[in-house]
């Protein structure tokens, strides 16, 4: 069943998928719970901890500038997909627009339906990062965290969170959903560091 879904990367790729992964056919969705339902009208992104609190509606960030990604997925659960394409703001554009304290080293995520998790704010704020809109051209479907989520290529994809709508700086480390369940605080994907010891 397995070979029906997934494929065993070739040598070619061998640099572009990272050990212990298989190519997903498609684009899986993977979510714990529920899809939540939020139109772009109603979406909002909030800037709480050790910023000024701001909140940012729908056409606020979306007046900030756009751009097209192409970013390979790597999911703790062993499927990679590459080369999928979005389009979005890139966090390092939407930094400028923040005022966050020095002491800030941390952050945490927060998403509609209540998933959270954690990032160093050195792995956050880059320029690789975006939060998405759009999908292959279409609208972000809601199941892949439509109508915002971020996209963070160089961890594993438990870091993108679906659903965004906050932002935490804090000061010290803390633990997201994934990570206060076992998971890697970090997650890089060529380091395999998919579970904390
Ligand atoms: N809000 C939220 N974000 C989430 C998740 C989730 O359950 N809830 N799952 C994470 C995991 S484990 C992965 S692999 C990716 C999956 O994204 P996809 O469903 O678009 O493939 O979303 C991440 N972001
Ligand atoms: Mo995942």
């Given at each position: 069943?397995?070979?029906?879904?997934?494929?065993?990367?070739?040598?070619?790729?061998?640099?572009?998928?990272?050990?212990?992964?298989?190519?997903?056919?498609?684009?899986?969705v993977l979510t714990y719970g529920d899809t939540p339902q939020v139109n772009q009208a109603?979406?909002?992104?909030?800037?709480?901890?050790?910023?000024?609190p701001k909140t940012f509606t729908w056409e606020e960030i979306m007046a900030l500038p756009q751009?097209?990604?192409?970013?390979?997925?790597?999911c703790v659960t062993t499927w990679s997909k590459l080369d999928v394409t979005w389009r979005g703001i890139r966090v390092t554009d939407l930094m400028p627009q923040l005022e966050v304290d020095a002491a800030a080293t941390h952050v945490m995520?927060?998403?509609?339906?209540?998933?959270?998790?954690?990032?160093?704010?050195?792995?956050?704020?880059?320029?690789?990062?975006?939060?998405?809109?759009?999908?292959d051209g279409?609208?972000?479907?809601?199941?892949?965290?439509?109508?915002?989520?971020?996209v963070v290529p160089h961890l594993y994809a438990w870091k993108s969170a679906k659903w965004i709508n906050g932002i935490e700086?804090?000061?010290?480390?803390?633990?997201g959903f994934w990570e206060r369940n076992g998971?890697?605080?970090?997650?890089?994907?060529?380091?395999?560091?998919?579970?904390?010891?």
């Open positions: 069943m397995a070979g029906k879904y997934f494929q065993k990367p070739g040598p070619e790729l061998a640099d572009r998928v990272p050990p212990g992964q298989h190519l997903a056919k498609g684009f899986p109603d979406w909002s992104l909030t800037i709480t901890g050790l910023a000024a751009t097209d990604f192409t970013a390979d997925f790597h995520l927060h998403c509609y339906g209540g998933y959270t998790t954690n990032l160093a704010l050195d792995d956050f704020a880059r320029p690789e990062n975006f939060f998405a809109h759009t999908l279409e609208p972000l479907p809601p199941d892949h965290g439509g109508p915002m989520r971020l700086f804090l000061a010290k480390p803390a633990l998971y890697h605080h970090r997650g890089e994907p060529w380091a395999e560091e998919r579970y904390s010891s």
